[in-house]
């Protein structure tokens, strides 16, 4: 199992997306299904990049698979009736490449590793669950330069997952077991 968790979060992603797609439940049952399938997405990103930068702190890990599932939070005010962070867009503001970039060159910026790292962890927990997002609905990924929903097809986010997972396994094949 050690080797193979990769596959079993992909498996798990398109059983989670399968279920979605054949219940299609209401706002919440659809909020409390999707995010396993974030957190997923969110470790085999993690993962992939760990794997093409040689390795990443746990502070990296535990930020990267918080805030791939916490940045739902922002879509409390559209649930309570506020458009506050979603007036023209389909999915709140702080779901765009600009919460992505203004984290990255955070953790550029600050001098202190654990900050850094934390910052860095939760870009690639942002960016994973962006991929997620484009690849079930359209988010407004490149606000405030543009209000316009992006998407992709699922089958290009379900390549993404398999490739990440690939990404994985070819660089957990390359350590040598402890």
């Known amino acids: 199992m050690r080797r193979g968790w990769p596959v079993v979060l992909v ?18 049952v659809l909020g409390l299904l999707d995010e396993p399938a974030h957190l997923a997405t969110g ?10 930068v040689g ?9 990267a698979a918080l805030s791939t599932v916490l940045i739902d939070a922002d879509h409390l005010p559209a649930a309570l009736g506020s458009q506050l962070l979603t007036e023209g867009t389909p999915r709140p503001y702080t779901h765009s490449v600009t919460t992505v970039v203004v984290l990255a060159v955070a953790a550029l910026a600050v001098r202190g590793r654990p900050v850094r790292a934390v910052l860095a962890g939760c870009a690639v927990g942002v960016t994973a669950h962006l991929v997620r997002d484009v690849g079930t609905a359209p988010v407004a990924l490149w606000w405030p330069l ?7 097809p699922y ?9 990440a997972a690939a990404v994985t396994l070819t660089a957990d094949a390359r350590v040598p077991p402890p």
């Not at 470790?43 to 093409?52: C, D, I, S």
């Not at 089958?155 to 490739?163: D, F, N, R, T």
């Open 11 to 28: 498996l798990l992603v398109l059983a989670d997306d399968a279920l979605l797609r054949a219940t299609r439940p209401g706002y919440a």
């Open 155 to 163: 089958v290009a986010y379900a390549a993404v997952l398999v490739a």
């Open 55 to 63: 390795g990443l702190s746990r502070s990296v890990w535990v930020a």
């Open 43 to 52: 470790l085999l990103v993690t993962a992939a990049v760990a794997g093409v």
């Open 146 to 152: 543009s209000d316009a929903g992006v998407s992709m």
